[in-house]
């Protein structure tokens, strides 16, 4: 069957909430401990189905956001789901109140119960108006940017649409195209400084109505982070300070000599070749053509994903009118299908999600059987798989970049190492904010400048009054959406490091390796994961300098002047 087959009907809730209850009156209710079992598998597939019926509406809409029918299910759902959370919430209580314990832990394991504790201690009824109003925050930040024009060389862009002036190989339109985005921030600096001020404090009034002392572990409790604390966190930026920001700061004095200008500035920094950033050689249908061949090659299990993604029709990739921006991975439980989300434009990034968001849906495609509370892992650990991808990806790169291969090599690996300074940036500057919740708009913007040229000394933002204003976190989205998300990409990108040292040794054993770590899912917390793979906690002092070492050793081996 293929997706526009699978079988979509709008949910009845009542129907839902009346079979969930069905299955509650047998948990937490002194019952035998085999009939409770029996109900917490009932109500996962329960779950399951209306989980699935929510994930095809929603990529169905994301495909065509003009269709009446999509838009109409997608304002139900989006309506409705509190209620669905809320009868999901009353499972949780329930099995964390049954007397069975034991003999649930033998059958579900006892990281299902940690996560649910956690999870139990952020929500209450009490705060329902909070978040409904944070809710409505985030929307009005979403919406604000996604609406952004900016007038540019006699034309009207979005923001994503900047992308390609920004990193333009003539450096005048790059420095232009900068100063037309800070132009428009600026235009909307005010409304942009309340919105945030505004999530800052009722986010802090949550944390405090849930019995906090500030929104800091609230912040990390919601991500599900049962294994680190903002201690162990801070432990890993220190390394971050201390190993990677000297080698960026070589690798951008590099990247100078590349492009034969002295003084870099912030405008200089998205481009790598003065020849241009590498591209893919043919068009969506035959990139995928690549993409079959490699994961047929790569592995019996990739090649049998890959066929499977593509015999059902799980790959939605070219850019089109009315089709949502962006691009994601889910997963449908009912059809036992992950799917793939993309825009092509003819940029590496489109590699990036043959690789990248390939590597989320093969992880998910493995741990399907787990349990529907185990298939997922959190952030930190679900990036292990996609950023580990790309490198598993590299024996079959040149496919896809012909003459640009080592360009794109060189690249990757440089751009997952430049990252990391900024990544810790965007966390720190974050703590500092939720840690004074009282700070005025310009003691943040101050905080922002401050932690910047702390982790990226290198970023000189020239005449851009704004940015030196310390405004540059205005467009990263997660801190305004997600609070803490984003220290994740980094913990997994020193993870996928790993992965790429085991590759360059012996590609067999990493691939085995690394489908090992696939089938256990979430079925484990980030460090518990890990442990039970092997693999070296970025939290441990000294991980990071270790990591490094045989990267830098790669690096420094390419002459890059000549790419
Ligand atoms: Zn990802």
Known sequence: MKFSEYK??????????????????????????????????????????????QQIVQVRYSINTKDKFLEGEQEFLDKNSPLIQEVNQKFVNKLLDSTNRDALVKEFGSYIFEKFEVAKKTFSS????????????????????AGAEIEFEGKKWNLSQMRPFTTHVKRETRHAAQLAVSGWFESVEEQIDRIYDDMVKVRTKIAKKLGYKNFVQLGYDRLGRTDYTSREVKIYRDQVYQSVVPFVVDLV??????????????YDLGLSFLSGNPTPKGDSTWQVHHAKEMYEQMSPETGEFINFMIDHELLELDAKEGKMGGGYCTFIP?????????????????????????GHAFQIFQSQKQIPEYRWPGFEGAEIHSMSMEFLAWPWIHRFFEDDTDKYKFNHLAGAISFLPYGVTVDEFQHGIYEKPEMTAAERKALWSKTQSKYMPYVDYDDD??????????????????????????????????YWIKAQ???????????????????????????????????????????????KAYLNDIDDTKL
């Open 8 to 53: 979509y009907v709008r949910p009845n809730l009542e129907e839902f909430k009346s079979k969930m209850d069905e299955q509650l009156v047998n948990i937490a209710t002194e019952k035998d401990a085999a009939i409770e079992i029996a109900a917490v598998y009932n109500v996962f597939d329960i779950q399951d189905y209306i989980d699935s019926m």
């Open 126 to 145: 009490e705060i329902i108006p909070d978040l409904q109003e944070e809710n409505k925050l985030s929307t009005e930040y979403s919406k604000l940017l």
């Open 253 to 266: 004095e590099r990247k100078g000599k590349r492009l034969g200008i002295k003084d870099l500035k912030s």
């Open 334 to 358: 009912e059809y036992s299908s992950p799917f793939i989300f993309a825009n092509f434009n003819g940029t590496s990034g489109d590699v990036d999600v043959l690789t990248h968001e390939a």
């Open 465 to 498: 009054k704004f940015m030196k204003k310390g405004t540059y976190w205005y467009r990263q989205g997660h801190i305004f959406g997600v609070p803490f998300y984003y220290i994740d990409y980094t913990l997994a990108q020193v993870v996928a490091f790993q």
């Open 505 to 551: 040794a012996n590609h067999r054993d990493a691939f085995d390796h690394y489908l090992a770590l696939c089938k256990l899912g979430g079925s484990k917390s980030f460090v518990a994961l890990l442990n039970s793979a092997n693999l070296e906690s970025p939290f441990l002092d000294g991980v990071i300098k270790k990591t490094l070492e045989p990267l």
